[in-house]
């Protein structure tokens, strides 16, 4: 049975960093995309950042880059999301998914077979 399982979501103040980790298991994902998603209280869910799966190719959603890091560890079956400088509009569930089965790798999240149960990140202003 595959499970994704995160971690390391909190209660952070604005500016702060946080850093979430997604370990896999029930089978390997080296050689297909891993991403996060999050899902704001009453929102859609939204394309946070995806990486490929050596990790050589990663995406991220255009107002996130430069202060969110998507990184593979296939080491451990694993994917972690570095969030720097954080604002209390990420504030939100933050799903990992994996196996990007159809569609494309940035839309929507039921193009991932897989789906974490998620952790709440709460950004206090």
């Known amino acids: 049975q595959v499970q994704l399982v995160e971690s390391g979501g909190g209660l952070v103040m604005a500016g702060g960093s946080l850093n979430l980790s997604c370990a896999a298991s029930g089978r390997s994902f080296d050689t297909t995309y891993m991403a996060w998603y999050r899902q704001p209280l009453g929102k859609e869910h939204e394309f946070v950042a995806t990486?490929?799966?050596?990790?050589?190719?990663?995406y991220y959603a255009d107002s996130l880059e430069g202060r969110f890091t998507i990184a593979r560890d296939n080491t451990k079956n694993a994917v972690h999301l570095q969030m720097n400088n954080l604002k209390p509009e990420d504030t939100a569930v933050y799903y990992c998914v994996a196996h990007l089965s159809h569609g494309s790798r940035t839309g929507n999240i039921d193009n991932y077979a897989y789906r974490g149960q998620g952790t709440q990140v709460t950004v206090s202003s």
């Open positions: 990486a490929s799966g050596s990790g050589r190719y990663r």
